[in-house]
């Protein structure tokens, strides 16, 4: 079963700003509460296009993901996932920031689309969407919000 998810939130934070934290794709630790460690493997750099972070929750599970797309002029960053044990298969996600002109905030919306079995939809719809994107991006208005 083919899933489509989206999670938003405006940050009261220039783009810039909000993009200097997510840009490194090893940074996840540094902004989301979910991840213990994350480190890119083959001695490439966190923003290496073909670069493959390992990370680590702190619940004890594995992520291994490929970064696909790194665009600093677009505020774009696009990945897949290679390997976990979420019953997940073609996995693609995005995450895209836009000013909001109006008063120079940013727009963050983070994609993904996914195969997954029917049985699993709905909780995977929850964990990803509220407790991966959305708690995620509320971690990351919170982490810039500190001075």
């Known amino acids: 079963m083919k ?3 989206i999670a938003s939130r405006v940050l009261p934070f220039a783009p810039e700003v909000v993009w200097h934290k997510i840009r490194d794709f090893n940074g996840l630790p540094s902004w989301h509460h979910m991840i ?3 480190l890119i493997e083959g001695g490439k750099s966190g923003d290496q296009v073909g670069s493959v972070r390992n990370f680590f929750t702190h619940d004890g599970g594995n992520i291994r993901e490929q970064l696909l797309a790194l665009d600093d002029h677009r505020f ?3 990945y897949n996932i ?9 996995y693609f996600a995005e ?5 909001v002109t109006s ?15 029917a049985e699993k ?5 929850q964990f990803i969407g509220e407790s991966v994107f959305q708690a995620g991006l509320a971690n990351l208005h919170a982490v810039l919000g500190v001075t």
């Open 3 to 5: 899933v489509h998810l």
């Open 36 to 38: 213990a460690s994350s």
């Open 76 to 78: 774009v960053i696009a």
């Open 82 to 90: 290679l390997q976990s044990d979420m019953g997940v298969s073609d």
């Open 95 to 99: 995450i895209s920031l836009r000013r």
């Open 103 to 117: 008063d120079n905030s940013t727009f963050v919306v983070w994609t993904a689309q996914f195969d997954c079995a």
């Open 121 to 125: 939809e709905q909780e995977l719809k």
